[in-house]
């Protein structure tokens, strides 16, 4: 394979600035401050986050998810426990999120430790979802070997003529995990290289804010 030349693709920062003063007392209330920034300056999947878990032969492993809420406890997402993600997080629930923003040149890191959500709420989110979301979680042993494309797609019709006229059961291996910060780092673009990094940590019953070198 011939050699890709990346080294000319350079972008500029500059599109925001952010200083002390422009700093909250809990590092959740300036996420949501920078998330609304970010669904209202229209960018593109605003709550796509990476997830990293530590899988089972000790490698970092990385993809994308999206949040589904967020309060003062921790970040919410859903997915099968089955899966990659889902064994990963249940044998060592250390887990890393990262949001990007690259409209508005912002990054949001954040480390801390994963729980499974409650039973009530994992079923009450799976009854908001769209039915062909419902019978896609049913359909799907997430990131097991399957036969084909055509093996699953023909599960799920079967799923769908079976549940037409009631309910779609929800899945005892599908729910929600929370990822309880321990470490928040907002990252802002600047000139010349020279971010702005401030990283909360938790101090005593608050979080103690410092900056980073770039």
């Known amino acids: 394979m011939e050699r890709m030349h990346l080294d000319a693709i350079r972008e500029e920062y500059g599109r925001g600035i952010l200083r002390r003063r422009d700093l909250t007392e809990v590092p959740g209330a300036l996420f949501v401050r920078w998330l609304e920034e970010a669904i209202a300056a229209g960018v593109a999947e605003p709550t796509a986050m990476v997830v990293s878990t530590i899988g089972e032969r000790g490698f970092p492993e990385s993809r994308v998810v999206l949040l589904k809420s967020f309060d003062g406890e921790g970040f919410v997402f859903y997915t099968g426990y089955r899966s990659q993600k889902g064994k990963a997080l249940s ?122 070198s770039p």
């Open 91 to 212: 044998a060592e629930p250390r887990a890393a999120l990262l949001f990007f923003w690259p409209e508005l040149q912002r990054q949001v890191r954040i480390t801390g430790v994963a729980e499974k959500v409650s039973r009530e709420a994992s079923e009450a989110y799976f009854r908001s979802r769209p039915v062909s979301s419902q019978l896609g979680a049913l359909a799907s042993e997430q990131s097991a070997v399957i036969p084909s494309r055509a093996w699953l797609e023909n599960r799920y019709r079967d799923l769908e003529r079976q549940y037409a006229a009631s309910d779609i059961p929800v899945p005892l291996h599908w729910g929600g995990f929370r990822v309880l910060p321990a470490e928040m780092e907002f990252w802002q673009g600047r000139e010349n290289r020279l971010h702005d990094r401030f990283r909360y940590t938790r101090h005593g019953l608050g979080w103690k804010a410092d900056r980073l």
